[in-house]
Structures are given as structure tokens and as C-alpha cells.
Antibody
Framework: EVQLVESGGGLVKPGGSLRLSCAAS????????MNWVRQAPGKGLEWVSS????????HYADSVKGRFTISRDNAKNSLYLQMNSLRAEDTAVYYC???????????WGQGSLVTVSS | QSVLTQPPSVSAAPGQKVTISCSGS????????VSWYQQLPGTAPKFLIY???KRPSGIPDRFSGSKSGTSATLGITGLQTGDEANYYC???????????FGGGTKLTVL
């Protein structure tokens, strides 16, 4: 069974930092591009960042560029999102998402809530 | 404002059929695979359709996806009350090198 389990969310003050992790199991993690997608309370989905299978390529939404860093460790089947200089508007549930590949569907994690507030 | 355009809401009676449209451009839908996601109330989204028209295992064939040019469509037949959810389309934008989503469509089964 495919599982993506996010952790590391919580309450942080504006300007603070947080590191999200996503533990993957049930599939060959190293063969899939991975993404972070967030959803602010009562709002729609917002793509945040993507990373290629071997970390050759990373992409970021303009809203987080320069503040967030995506990374992965294929040996540990893990995806990360380092979030610095956090703002109130970064408050959201953050989802770890695997991209479809080679005719196989992607998957979503259950999400991790990040709240930025003083 | 979302890069992909979806109707905010659709509704139909149980047993009926509904379609949800997703409009984009040549740099996103026109040249990349489209996925559809279902988000039931209080839960995480899940893949409903990927690669334009493929269904993950466990998704009933009442759900279908299609793409033509710079638009994609999600179809749901035999509507059930359990289908009430928010539905999102998503794809990659090759010009911007970013992922893009539609604003979401709330389906009400009357």
C-alpha cells in the first residue's frame, strides 16, 4: 500500500522557520518526481514546489521562491521542505504529492498543518 | 486568480450525469497531461484521473476524463450523494515551469 506521511508542521511566529518531512512507502520513491502542494483554510489548492527524481531540477512558486527549499533523500525514501522567513499567508495544510509516472498514478499524503501567527 | 479556469459550482440530481470543464492555454493543458483530484469534505485530495483519461485503481468507471486542445473535461455518471466534493484540475505549465491548478468546482448532488 502506497503511503505518504507528512510531519513537522505546527505553530510558528512570523519570520520563523520550519522543516516539513514526508516519509514515502509502498512504491519505488526514487523513480517519481515529488511535489509540495498547500491549501490555505477554506481555499483551493496551490502548487508550491517540485523536485525531479534525482534532484537535478527544482521548481518553486513565485510566492515562496527564495524562502522555501525542497529536497529529497532517495536512500531514506523521504521528501523535505525547508521553510524560512515564514509569513501569515503561508498558513495552510501542506501536502506531499507524488507525480504520475510511466502510466502509474500519483498519490497524496494526508497533509501537515502549518500555522504562522504571533 | 487561477491559471486554469473551472466553474465554481455544478449540481445535478442523483443518477444523473455532470461534466466539469477546465480551461487553460497551450503552455499548460495544451502540451501537458491533465490530472483531476477529488477532495471530499474534511479530507485530503486524491487522484481521480491522471494522464488526461486514466483512472487509478479503485476509482469506478463512472468517472472519466478527456482533453481537447487547451481544455479538459471531467465526467461523472450515475451521480451519488457520496460524490459531493470539490473537484480540481491540475497540470504543468511549460512556459512558467510551475504547477498550476484550477480554482476548484463544488459538486452538489441535489
Amino acid at each position: 500500500e502506497v503511503q505518504l506521511v507528512e510531519s513537522g508542521g505546527g505553530l510558528v511566529k512570523p519570520g520563523g522557520s520550519l522543516r516539513l518531512s514526508c516519509a514515502a512507502s509502498g512504491f519505488t520513491f526514487s523513480t517519481y518526481s515529488m511535489n509540495w502542494v498547500r491549501q490555505a483554510p477554506g481555499k483551493g489548492l496551490e502548487w508550491v514546489s517540485s523536485i525531479s527524481r534525482s534532484s537535478d531540477y527544482t521548481h518553486y512558486a513565485d510566492s515562496v521562491k527564495g524562502r522555501f527549499t525542497i529536497s529529497r533523500d532517495n536512500a531514506k525514501n523521504s521528501l523535505y521542505l525547508q521553510m524560512n522567513s515564514l509569513r501569515a499567508e503561508d498558513t495552510a495544510v501542506y501536502y506531499c504529492v507524488s507525480s504520475p509516472y510511466n502510466g502509474v498514478s500519483g498519490y497524496w499524503g494526508q497533509g501537515s498543518l502549518v500555522t504562522v501567527s504571533s | 486568480q487561477s491559471v486554469l479556469t473551472q466553474p465554481p459550482s455544478v449540481s445535478a440530481a442523483p443518477g444523473q450525469k455532470v461534466t466539469i470543464s477546465c480551461s487553460g492555454s497551450s503552455s499548460n493543458i495544451g502540451n501537458n497531461y491533465v490530472s483531476w483530484y477529488q477532495q471530499l469534505p474534511g479530507t485530503a485530495p486524491k487522484f481521480l484521473i491522471y494522464d488526461n483519461n486514466k483512472r487509478p485503481s479503485g476509482i469506478p468507471d463512472r468517472f472519466s476524463g478527456s482533453k481537447s486542445g487547451t481544455s479538459a473535461t471531467l465526467g461523472i455518471t450515475g451521480l451519488q450523494t457520496g460524490d459531493e466534493a470539490n473537484y480540481y484540475c491540475g497540470t504543468w505549465d511549460s512556459s512558467l515551469s510551475v504547477g498550476v491548478f484550477g480554482g476548484g468546482t463544488k459538486l452538489t448532488v441535489l
